[in-house]
């Protein structure tokens, strides 16, 4: 099936095997239906530890599908989600923190927002007050700690999104299109936030279509179109010489409409 | 019958004596009213928040049911409670009927399910919004319906006084367990029926006068505490 619709195999040969005791995150044979249709057609997916893993694909290819999977948020209609090895449990979800597109902060102050977090995850008193200094530092957020958290700016609100996450000491953090609505200024901040996280040691999976924030942050890539993985392996490759017709259109900047069609954009009007 | 005017004055002349009689009617409406939402706050609003954000069989029968109980007839419920409270009823050894008790509880049923089925409304559109990052933090179920019911607590206001309002107003159930008695069970509502059918108009607009102004005034309050512009924040 994925032969017929990509014209290179998915899994590049150059890619260097990796031993199973890095992988942090593995998923196997991946499907998610809804409405009668096959979102998710049976993905493979292997998140190595430490790395910065980049989730890209055309709008609809199932990107924020994947992570929500990944991450336990949905179950897949087939296929596993193994942690460490292990199938994913409500304890090895608390070892990941998840960041949305829109920021989701509770109606109460900054404050109140990073204190909601550690407090689920069972601190109190003054380490709690420490950790939330900490955060409130790395956001840069100290000087409006009691402000509502839903009235600062959207940068401020991707801010303590990322670092509430963070707070929380996930060993891997998924972002899901964390700066689509920032600006460069507010991108580059979080983008900091990310890369300092990632030099503690966090692994991280992001999803973005910036091509500028893949170059910066992408270590891994996996490309998706329609649901499957076109092509998968180092930032260099995917990105920098891809194989897969899906991934050459998408940097191309034409609109893949699948194997063997011309993209409504396709200045060269070539035939593949 | 004496012109509009001439009792709208005597109304507002009963009002600012203070007749004692007066005072007493209306500190039972409120005794009786505030009680019953109270109650009704404490079983709806946890209840409406349970049926909003968890999934469970029956949720949506339980949606619906609550919904059709909003626009409960006052006067079914209060022959509902009448016939549960009176002497041969199953509860009649509580012997509650024709007190300010059996009108607290038939105000209770009418307002519970409003509380409760506007609570589901809100909470449910703001757990919408929260599920994925609650599931994400590994949020525990009691602490989520705290959370839903505290970050909707402005929103919950205002569903706080749709059952006030309807409280304060009614009339059917309250006279059926009641009684309209005088200096026991007499209240507000009760008082100006009985009033109006005597013909003693000047005592019963007196009444409606003060009804309004008591409801306008509990909706000014909760409104400014609404509108300032941080808690707008918070919305």
């Known amino acids: 099936m994925r032969d017929a619709i990509f014209d290179m195999p998915a899994a590049p040969s150059g890619y260097r095997p990796i031993a199973r005791d890095e992988m942090l995150l593995e998923a196997s044979n991946l499907v998610f239906e809804a409405g009668g249709q096959r979102l998710l057609c049976g993905i493979d997916v292997s998140i190595r530890k430490g790395a910065r893993t980049l989730v890209m694909g055309p709008n609809g290819a199932g990107k924020s599908l994947l992570l929500r999977l990944l991450h336990g948020l949905l179950k897949p209609a087939q296929g596993d989600v193994l942690w460490q090895g292990s199938p994913l449990t409500k304890q090895a979800m608390r070892a990941q923190a998840m960041v949305f597109q829109r920021p989701v902060l509770l109606r109460r102050s900054v404050l109140a927002n990073l204190k909601f977090a550690l407090s689920v995850r069972g601190l109190r008193g003054a380490e709690r007050a420490e950790k939330i200094d900490m955060a409130l530092t790395a956001a840069g957020l100290s000087h409006l700690a009691k402000q509502p958290a839903r009235v600062l700016s959207g940068g401020e609100q991707q801010r303590l999104a990322v670092v509430r996450a963070l707070a929380c000491e996930p060993d891997l953090l998924f972002l899901d299109e964390p700066t689509a609505n920032l600006d460069p200024a507010s991108t580059a901040a979080i983008e900091t936030l990310v890369l300092e996280a990632n030099a503690r040691g966090v692994t991280i999976v992001l999803v973005t279509h910036d091509s500028g924030q893949a170059k910066r942050l992408g270590q891994d890539v996996i490309f998706l179109q329609d649901g499957c993985v076109a092509e998968a392996g180092p930032a260099s490759q995917v990105l920098g010489a891809p194989r897969s017709e899906p991934a050459r259109a998408w940097q191309d900047g034409r609109l893949y409409l699948g194997a063997n069609t011309r993209s409504i954009n396709d200045r060269s009007r070539r035939t593949f | ?235």
Request: proline share 4%.
């Open chain 2, 1 to 235: 019958m004496d012109s509009f005017w001439s009792v709208l004055g005597g109304a507002f002349a009963l009002v600012f004596a203070l007749d004692p009689d007066l005072l007493e009617i209306i500190g039972l409406s409120m005794r009786v009213t505030l009680t019953a939402v109270l109650f009704a706050c404490l079983i709806g609003l946890p209840l409406g928040a349970a049926v909003g954000a968890f999934r469970f069989p029956g949720r949506t029968l339980l949606a619906v049911i609550l919904n059709a109980l909003m626009g409960l007839p006052p006067v079914v419920v209060g022959l509902v409670v009448y016939l549960l409270l009176s002497a041969s009823g199953p509860l009649g050894p509580l012997r509650l009927l024709y007190t300010p008790g059996a009108m607290i509880i038939a105000q209770m049923i009418i307002v519970m399910p409003i509380v409760a089925a506007l609570t589901r409304q809100v909470v449910e559109d703001i757990d919408r919004e929260y599920a994925e990052q609650f599931a994400s933090l590994g949020v525990g179920a009691l602490d989520r319906l705290l959370s839903l019911l505290w970050d909707a607590r402005y929103s919950l206001l205002t569903v706080t006084l749709a059952g006030f309002g309807r409280a304060v107003a009614e009339v059917g159930a309250v006279l059926i367990v009641g009684g309209n008695i005088n200096h026991v069970t007499r209240v507000m509502t009760t008082t100006i029926a009985l009033e109006t059918s005597k013909g003693n108009l000047q005592l019963a607009l007196a009444l409606g006068v003060i009804l309004l102004l008591i409801a306008f005034s509990v909706n000014a309050c909760v409104m400014a505490l609404r509108a300032s512009a941080v808690r707008a924040a918070y919305a």
